[in-house]
């Protein structure tokens, strides 16, 4: 906990909260640009979906670039600016705003899910903690109506949390093993209201997107305009989806309509109406950028939402995500999970916190080096590329420029 209260604490002349050079590199990262702008070029073309990934140091952006389109129909392109969906990386949020909440003494993360929602029938919630569902070790199964495809496409954080009032066994003995499952981060859409009187959506506005300046982050909401949407695509095919780098494993038909890049490629657009769970928040729902997300990494380093004693927490390895029995999602060696961030201790290699996310046509990830004080993030409306892969490659890069230690 020391290592990351001093990484917490380090930061904290960091005074670039709203960062006004969004898109200058500070310092002299000339063969650094280059070899990312060739490594993003070798992977996707300027006129089909492609992403946008951002580099910074000390809490500056070093490297800023976009590739492809973020919407097939008009040519929108990518950028820093552009709107992604970031599926569970969104969960991130909804834990610095329980943990903002314990520190105004609202709740405690010790606290019993039955203190919550009393008319839940069965005793196995006196048992869960709120710790236990931040962690992804509550030992509850994910049993929503799969079979029901209006339900998938179209559940709100309450419809999804519904299944939970009968529900009456466990997978296992809560805080014992690591289950990453989504619709227990959906109780906190009920208890943040419970807490505070307001709206999930109204409380995260005020504690955490317009504290950390974030003007172009929004929860998404069915005929929301959100500007410079990115939409999802996959390629048009007959596809069953799966592995330990996505959060979901689903099968997928080939849509009658498509859009054809200059590689002959056939794109399908897969998001909100397309794939299931796009609907609910506390889970998921947000969209925002990359230029938006630097900001957010900043506020958190620099104590501006929650203390650096309340962050150490969320960094924390809680549950041992590696050889779990019940989850393959990024079930690597040298692996825990936090509150809302995994945490990647390798042998040999820098301290990495990071999360993925998935959903639809997109696939996006955040990554956090406290030694070297990096952050990667990186943005895809488009999900056929390996992640981790392309990850890997980049921290190469960083390392061999000197960035990385």
Known sequence: MKHYLKYALSLIFVSSMMITNIGCAS??????????????????????PGAAL???????????????????????????????????????????????????GKISLDDSVNKYFPEFKSDIWKSVKLKHLLSHCSGVPDARPRTNRDFMLHATDLQSIEYMHDLDSLKFVPGTYYDYINPTFDLFYVIFTKCTGKSFEQYQQENIFSVAGMNHTCYFAAGKLIENMAHGYVINEDAILSGTDSDYAKSRSKSSHDYVDTNGTHWAECDYGEETFFATKADGGIYTTTHDFLK????????????????????KKHIKVSGSKYCT?????????????????????????YHTGDNGGF??????YPESKVNVIMFENRNDIDRWTMQQKIELILREEGVLK
């Open 296 to 315: 957010w990494e900043n506020a958190l380093s620099t104590e501006s939402i929650i203390s650096a004693k309340a962050i150490s927490q969320a960094y």
């Open 329 to 353: 999602y990024q079930n690597r060696a040298n692996t825990w999970y936090g509150y809302g961030w995994f945490i990647d201790d390798t042998p040999g290699k820098e301290l990495k916190i």
């Open 363 to 368: 696939q996006a990830y955040a990554a956090k």
């Open 27 to 48: 310092g002299n990262h000339d063969n650094l640009k280059e070899r990312l702008d060739s490594l993003l070029s070798a992977n996707y073309l300027p006129d089909s």
């Open 54 to 104: 951002l580099i910074a140091k000390d809490g500056k952006v070093i490297y800023d670039n976009g590739i492809g389109v973020a919407d097939m129909n008009t040519h929108a392109k990518i950028n820093g600016n552009t709107a992604f969906n970031i599926a569970s990386i969104s969960k991130q949020f909804t834990a610095v705003g329980a943990l903002k909440l314990c520190e105004n």
